[in-house]
């Protein structure tokens, strides 16, 4: 089953423009199956296996004659002796685009090896779980409201095309036992050097619990019973495995109140999920963290969005010691801000802590473009008109639909 992926078109145009192309991403996202679909001309080569990447790490050499380009090499980070080599041949030809495409799961040994020998030679892409969109129009899930699965269903899957595929057959709790198993026994064993993975399990689990929030290193590291310095690195780990992303707040000089430390995500709420043992419907909806775990869920989504469009680095939040606007997009100034809340019918009194960033001394330069509060409702409709003190409609918006934001 194929799914049609966002980021198709931006790989083949780099293809275009590149002599190298590399894609990374987490475990499980799709990398092999989309550079096989949309690149059924070239060698594929896998160094997954121990074997295959001894040999094209130590005969680099050989290996390429052995795999001439065009040629696709899945996880290079096996074998970053590759990357030298790979130079070398691209730099016979600098005019010959397309010949390497790169993928891998590690973006720590991987980008090291590309920014030391490709620098300037490749194109760098990241590939996410499936969105929403994604998966409605693709496979066989409807696109249609009628036909598709609750949004309750679509938090527990989470993105990993695998889940999406054949949901009966791979239900979301045995899969991501073992993708979590994977992970810590080849992942986080080949970046660190980590005495126990059961402490790392039990990090992430805390991580979990903190999802949406702020993140207080010496509180997670009291709960976990490392150092603070280990929960720098571990969080490090999470961020360039592509499990996590850290919100950083949006502030300015003038208001010295702000928050300044970063907000913590999971980039996957299928995973979130499983790690803090939530693994049906009704207990996700009788969930304490049900708040959370959808504001993690909206995130995941407008930031796939916006990283498909090389967006990425405008999405904030904002937050003074007493409110917090959950999402802050700055395109140069202009702003859109957004609230999440758990909720088919957002109200009037979702909208005040927009309204007071609005009214603001430290806002006064910005121009806010849109205010818009992300309910899990299935359609958007107004919330407040304009009126003489407010030029903005605010409207409840739908998950289904990120196009308000372009």
């Known amino acids: 089953m194929w799914y049609q992926r966002e980021i198709s078109k931006k790989i083949l145009e780099m293809s275009s423009q590149f002599a ?67 130079k070398k041949i691209v730099d016979k030809n600098p005019s010959l685009k397309g010949q390497y495409i790169l993928s891998g799961s590690q973006k720590f040994s991987f980008m090291k090896g590309v920014k030391e020998s490709l620098a300037g030679r490749a194109g760098l892409i990241e590939l996410y ?29 989470g993105g990993m095309p695998a889940l999406s595929e054949n949901p009966t057959n791979n239900p979301p709790p045995t899969f991501l036992r073992s993708y979590l198993g994977t992970y810590l026994e080849r992942d986080v064993k080949d970046i660190l050097s980590v005495s126990s993975l059961r402490d790392f399990e039990r990090f992430l689990r805390g991580c979990a619990l903190r999802s949406a929030s702020l993140i207080n290193k010496s509180d997670l590291a009291r709960d976990v019973g490392v150092s603070s310095t280990t929960i720098n690195e571990w969080i490090s780990v999470l961020q360039i495995s592509n499990q996590v992303v850290l919100l950083e707040p949006w502030f300015n000089n003038k208001s010295k109140s702000m928050v300044k430390s970063p907000k913590l995500y999971f980039l996957d709420t299928g995973l979130l ?57 700055n395109r140069g100034g202009v702003l859109d801000l957004i609230e999440v809340k758990w909720n088919s019918s957002p109200a009037k009194i979702d909208c005040e802590r927009m309204e007071f960033f609005q009214n603001a001394d430290f806002s006064k330069k910005m121009k806010i473009r849109s205010m818009s509060v992300m309910g899990n409702n ?12 407010q030029d903005l409609n605010i409207y409840a918006r739908s998950i289904w639909d990120l196009e308000f934001l372009k």
């Open 20 to 86: 190298v192309v590399v894609l990374t991403g987490a475990r499980q996202v799709g990398k092999s199956s989309i550079l096989k679909k949309e690149f059924p001309g070239y060698r594929y080569v896998s160094l997954d296996l121990p074997s295959e990447a001894k040999q094209a790490d130590l005969d680099s050499a050989s290996f390429l004659k052995q795999n001439p380009a065009p040629l696709i090499i899945d996880e290079v980070q096996y074998a970053p002796g590759l990357f030298s080599f790979i």
């Open 273 to 329: 999920c499983y790690l803090l043992n939530i693994t049906t419907v009704d207990s996700l909806r009788l969930s304490p963290y049900l708040g959370h775990i959808w504001e993690n869920f909206v995130l995941c989504e407008i930031y796939k969005w916006l990283a498909y469009r090389g967006e990425e680095k405008s999405l904030h939040f904002w937050r003074d010691r007493n409110r917090e606007v959950d999402f802050v997009i």
């Open 378 to 389: 299935e359609t958007p409709f107004p919330i407040k008109n304009a009126n003489a003190n």
């Open 129 to 157: 779980p499936l969105s929403l969109q994604e998966m409605t129009k693709g496979g066989t899930t409807n696109h249609t409201s009628a036909a598709r699965p609750s949004i309750e269903e679509l938090i527990l899957r």
